[in-house]
C-alpha cells in the first residue's frame, strides 16, 4: 500500500492526487473525500494549527488500521494548516482499492478518525472576536460505530 | 521533562513549551504539580475533562507513567478535518 501524508499550508490538486493513486494500475477504485470550510454567519478566518511530528505519526497509525481492516492499494491524506477562508479546501482523504465498497468504507473511517485522534485545533475569527472551536461529540459517535467493526 | 502546550492550553499558560524535571511518575501527578506554579496553570487545568494528553506524541490518559526523557502535551480535544 503506497501512503502519503502531507501537512501543508498549501492548497492541493485533488485529480493530482488521485491520478498519483491510479498510476501502477492496480486500483479499480479511488473514494476521496474533501473538506472545506464552511461559511457559517460572520466567520472570517478559520487558523489550524497541529503538533508537528504527532500529526503526521497518528495519521500513519490510523493509515496502518484501515490497511489491516480494508484490501487497500493506496492513501492519501492531506492536510492543510495556518489560515483559511470560508470556501477553502482543509482536508483530503483518498484511497485507493481493488473494489469500491473497500475504498468507500475506508474512506470514511479515516475521516472519522482524524476528526477524532489527528492533533489538530481550529480558531475562528469574527470580526474582532477569536475563539476555539469546541469539539462535537457527534463526532466521536461516529469514530466509535468503527470500534466493533472490522 | 519536554512539556508542550497547543490551542487554548497554549494561550492560558502563556508558552508553548518548557523544560522541567517535578519529582512525578504519572501525568495525573504531573498535572497537580503544574496547577501549583501559578493562576494561569490553574486555569488552564481547571476542567480535566476539557484537557487530552500525549506521551511522546501518542494519545495518552492520565494515569501514564512519565519519566524524565518523556514529551509530553497537553491540548484540548481535536478539532481537525
Given amino acids: 500500500m503506497q501512503t ?19 498510476t501502477d494500475g492496480e486500483a479499480g477504485a479511488v473514494a476521496s473525500f474533501t473538506g472545506h470550510v464552511r461559511k457559517e454567519g460572520d466567520l472570517s478566518t478559520l487558523t ?11 495519521i500513519a497509525r490510523l493509515v496502518a488500521e484501515a490497511g489491516t481492516r480494508w484490501p487497500l492499494t493506496g492513501v492519501t491524506v492531506i492536510h492543510r494548516v495556518g489560515s483559511l477562508k470560508p470556501g477553502d479546501r482543509i482536508v483530503l482523504v483518498a484511497v485507493a482499492s481493488q473494489h469500491r465498497h473497500a475504498a468507500f468504507q475506508a474512506c470514511e473511517f479515516l475521516m472519522d478518525y482524524l476528526k477524532t485522534h489527528a492533533p489538530f485545533w481550529k480558531e475562528e475569527a469574527r470580526g474582532e472576536q477569536h475563539h476555539w472551536v469546541e469539539h462535537r461529540h457527534s463526532d466521536e459517535d461516529a469514530a466509535k460505530r468503527w470500534a466493533d467493526k472490522s | 521533562m519536554n512539556l508542550l502546550y497547543f490551542a487554548w492550553v ?9 523544560q ?21 496553570y490553574a486555569d488552564a487545568f481547571a476542567d480535566l475533562s476539557r484537557i487530552r494528553v500525549a506521551v511522546n506524541q501518542r494519545h495518552a490518559g492520565l494515569d501514564a507513567t512519565i519519566g524524565a526523557n518523556d514529551e509530553i502535551a497537553f491540548f484540548p480535544p481535536v478539532t481537525g478535518g
Fill in chain 2, 10 to 18: 497554549r494561550q492560558k499558560i502563556g508558552k508553548s513549551e518548557e
Fill in chain 1, 48 to 58: 489550524l494549527e497541529h503538533y508537528p511530528h504527532m500529526t503526521e505519526a497518528e
Fill in chain 2, 20 to 40: 522541567m524535571a517535578p519529582p512525578v511518575s504519572d501525568v495525573a501527578a504531573l498535572i497537580a504539580h503544574l496547577k501549583n506554579l501559578g493562576p494561569h
Fill in chain 1, 4 to 22: 502519503r501524508i502531507r501537512i501543508q499550508r498549501e492548497d492541493f490538486d485533488l485529480n493530482a492526487e488521485v491520478a498519483n493513486l491510479t
